[in-house]
């Protein structure tokens, strides 16, 4: 029987290769992954509404963790923060392409209306935000 530390050790020795093998497995898998999922709105619907009623699991967990555990936790896990922001940086620059040229495209309309008064910025700041919302949904990577 292993300490509690030998499980530990192997645990993490292990990871590297747990690691590649997982990834290989994603990689080789022909099952329907994401239909999979969404079949599973209701079961994950009804576990969530379970898990987040009043004294589920969800606050009861939090309550053990505390604030201390949570900032603990976030202090541990910091070097996750500008990995995910490097990782995610082509994804950012595609939808930021969008969304610049988007607005240049709506600044003309918005420019030509009438300045000046209270009455005109809100009528240019109304349009504006209706056009913004015009492109919901179309300007993410």
Sequence with gaps: ?????????????????????????L???TKPIVQAAINQRAVMQTNFSQATQPGG????????????GIKQAAAAK??????GVTQAQPKFLSA???ILAYEQSGLPAIYA???GTTAAGVARAGAWIQYMAAGKGQLGA
């Design 113 to 115: 209306m009438p300045s």
């Design 27 to 29: 990689q080789a898998t």
């Design 1 to 25: 029987m292993k300490t509690p530390q030998q499980a530990a050790a192997k645990w993490d020795a292990s990871t590297s290769v747990g690691q590649q093998t997982w990834l290989q497995n």
């Design 78 to 83: 910091a070097g996750n923060y500008s990995t």
């Design 96 to 98: 930021i392409t969008k």
């Design 57 to 68: 699991r969800w606050e009861t967990n939090l309550a053990k963790v505390g604030d201390g």
